[in-house]
C-alpha cells in the first residue's frame, strides 16, 4: 500500500516523538533498578540486575538513534528496503528487534501517553 510524502511524514515524526518518550521512560527504568538495588541489596544477585540496567540501557540508544534528527536523503536516493523502511518509520528497527515483553512495555507506554502511534510492518 503506497501513503502519501504526507502521511509517511507524519508517521515518522510520531515514530520520532515516541522514541524520545520511550527514551525518557528507559531511562527511568534504569534509575530505579539501580535505586532499588542499592537501597534492597541482598533482595537479588547483582549480576541479573547489572544485566537488566544493561540491556535497558541498549534499548534506550536504539530509541535515542530513532529519535534524532540526523539529516536525511529523499526517498528516491536511497539504497536498500531497509533504508527506507528505517526513513519512513525510525521505529521500525527498534520494534522489529524487541521481544514480546519489550512490545508489550512500548504499547503499554503509547496507551498512557494517548498518541495514536501504530507499531510499524516488519522490516
Given at each position: 500500500m503506497l501513503m502519501s510524502r504526507w502521511r509517511l511524514r507524519a508517521a515518522g515524526n510520531e515514530d520520532r516523538e515516541l522514541a524520545a518518550r520511550l527514551a525518557g521512560e528507559a531511562l527511568f527504568e534504569i534509575r530505579s533498578l539501580?535505586?532499588?538495588?542499592g537501597?534492597?541489596?541482598d533482595e537479588g544477585p547483582a549480576a541479573e540486575v547489572v544485566d537488566e540496567i544493561d540491556a535497558w540501557a541498549k534499548f534506550c540508544t536504539e530509541l535515542l538513534a530513532a529519535s534524532g534528527t540526523r539529516r536525511r536523503r529523499r526517498l528516491g536516493d536511497l539504497c536498500s528496503p531497509r533504508?527506507?523502511?528505517l526513513t519512513e518509520r525510525p521505529m521500525s528497527h527498534v520494534w522489529n528487534?524487541?521481544?514480546p515483553e519489550r512490545r508489550a512495555w512500548i504499547l503499554r507506554q503509547v496507551?498512557?501517553?494517548?498518541?495514536g502511534w501504530t507499531?510499524?510492518?516488519s522490516l
Open positions: 539501580a535505586v532499588r538495588a537501597r534492597h541489596p533504508e527506507r523502511a528487534v524487541s521481544g496507551d498512557r501517553s494517548g498518541l507499531p510499524p510492518p
